[in-house]
């Protein structure tokens, strides 16, 4: 059986928890963004231990530190993907080339969650 | 003097659209780069306009390979999120449909890694038999790819009686022919000289990069979600773990081999247990409490993940796609370190990667 448990932390906490599982040979199956309805990001880092996920969620937050120091690529392409999606920033990660949108979409700058779906298909027109 | 050769995203050698940069002392690979997003569809936010039982079909179209996977998961995460239980029989087909598909991407992907060594007999014997497997894909779900075997609360499809002797039957011939197969594998010159110490990812580079999968197994890290992290009707099936230590191009074939046995054997055991009872819970649009939930499968390729927010409503907030070749893909420049030119799109080839299903 596969099992999901939600934990809440705060910014200070993702460090210290991604330094642990680490340390005790934890993979980290992904991190997930999505915008709440009211358009707040939640950020969840997705921890696999045995037959549970322990997802470590933090909401609220625009900017939030990089682990892909600790996890390497398993941290940083999922921290790439979700700065281009809807925008959340990861201290000491380089962003400096898009990761798997066009860098002519949306001038290489917009997220495509939170651009509204008539300005996309616009976008996609002009291309 | 060094050169840069560039390789894709469309290259004969390469399965699929991906560009490589190649960083080269003569014949000699120094170092590599990789860049992705060639195909980039937009499914995710597509999803978000749809209701549950369009966004199925939708995640389905997601890969032409492994599409039940994909429907199977998001199922399974809706049905988590909102508390629905999906039947027992349905479970069963679910876990059919899903090794029959692991068999034929596995040997998909002997046939092109062969090809690409330039085995074309061994190649076309393992796409013969991946035909036979197709069609009784076909024989099942009515399609070839695309199944449209799961619907929220079980399957959509029973099996007869005549259905699961067929399926049977070929069962027996293919679980044959692999052992010719493994056996010409292990022991061929052809084969060995082209990838044995080709490739090598190291069991501690596997871990500290996050490979998983087949990927990961043929590096010796014993990782499978199907035993590890049992769900849908695994927990029913005996089966085993397949892992080689060698680490290099020639483990990934063996690996993938050896699991085709273990795929015979889960849908050997699915089909004399078979239990009886409703398929599925009906077909009506469901609408999910809200909640959220994330649910893993072993695919072909290795441990797809699906995220799912629901809000009460017949619709996903939000879906959350994260498939095999997004955790291998990253291995790639550590394993063309040290090669050759000339083994590169081997090399690339033998993660087994969806670059379309990455990119989404």
Not at chain 1, 70 to 84: G, H, L, T, V
Not at chain 2, 330 to 337: A, K, Q
Request: net charge negative.
């Amino acid at each position: 059986m596969q099992y999901y448990k939600k934990i809440p932390i705060t910014k200070d906490q993702i460090v210290p928890t991604a330094e642990r599982m680490r340390k005790d040979g934890v993979i980290l199956a992904m991190i997930h963004g999505y915008l709440t309805e009211d358009g707040k990001p939640n950020i969840s880092y997705e921890y696999q231990l045995g037959e549970t996920i322990e997802s470590y969620t933090i909401e609220g937050e625009n900017e939030l530190p990089s682990i892909a120091y600790i996890y390497s690529k398993a941290a940083e392409w999922p921290e790439r993907e979700i700065n281009e999606l809807i925008g959340v920033t990861f201290t000491g990660l380089d962003v400096s080339k898009r990761l798997f949108l066009p860098e002519s979409m949306l001038s290489g700058q917009g997220q495509i969650f939170v651009t509204p779906m008539e300005e996309l298909i616009k976008n996609t027109q002009k291309h | 003097m060094g050169y840069i050769v560039p390789i894709g995203p469309y290259h004969p050698s390469l399965e699929e659209p991906i560009h490589a940069r190649l960083y080269t002392e003569g014949e000699l690979i120094k170092d590599a780069e990789i860049f992705i997003g060639y195909n980039h569809r937009g499914i995710e936010k597509l999803a978000m306009q749809k209701n549950i039982i369009q966004t199925l079909v939708l995640v389905e179209r997601v890969c032409g390979i492994c599409s039940h996977s994909h429907a199977m998961t998001f199922a399974m995460a809706v049905e988590n999120a909102g508390g629905i239980k999906p039947t027992k029989k349905g479970e069963y087909m679910r876990v059919i449909t899903a090794e029959l598909e692991r068999l034929h991407s596995h040997y998909l992907w002997l046939g092109i890694a062969l090809h690409i060594i330039g085995h074309d007999s061994l190649f076309m014997h393992s796409w013969d038999d991946r035909e036979a497997i197709m069609d009784i894909l076909e024989d099942l779900t009515g399609n070839r790819v695309n199944y449209g075997m799961v619907t929220i609360g079980g399957a959509r499809r029973d099996i007869s009686a005549e259905q699961a002797h067929r399926t049977l039957e070929m069962l027996d011939k293919i679980e044959e022919s692999n052992k010719v197969l493994c056996d010409f594998l292990l022991n061929d010159k052809t084969v060995a000289l082209r990838t044995q110490g080709v490739g090598v990812l190291t069991t501690e580079e596997a871990i500290e990069l996050g490979a998983i999968g087949p990927h990961a197994r043929a590096s010796n890290v014993p990782i499978d979600v199907r035993i590890d992290a049992p769900y849908s009707s695994y927990d029913d099936f005996d089966f085993k773990k397949c892992v080689w230590p060698s680490g290099d191009v020639f483990a990934r074939v063996v690996v993938r081999v050896l699991e085709n046995f273990e795929s015979i054997k889960i849908i050997r055991q699915a089909l004399d247990s078979m239990p009886s009872g409703p398929i599925n819970k009906g077909n009506s649009i469901p609408v999910v409490k809200p909640g959220e939930y994330m649910n893993m499968h072993e695919a072909p390729r290795g441990q797809l993940s699906y995220k799912v927010v629901t809000n009460g409503t017949d619709k996903v907030q939000r879906v959350s796609i994260h498939v095999p070749t997004f955790k291998n893909a990253p291995t790639i420049p550590t394993m063309l370190r040290g090669n050759s030119v000339a083994d590169a799109g081997l090399i690339i080839a033998s993660i087994d990667p969806c670059f379309s299903c990455m990119d989404r």
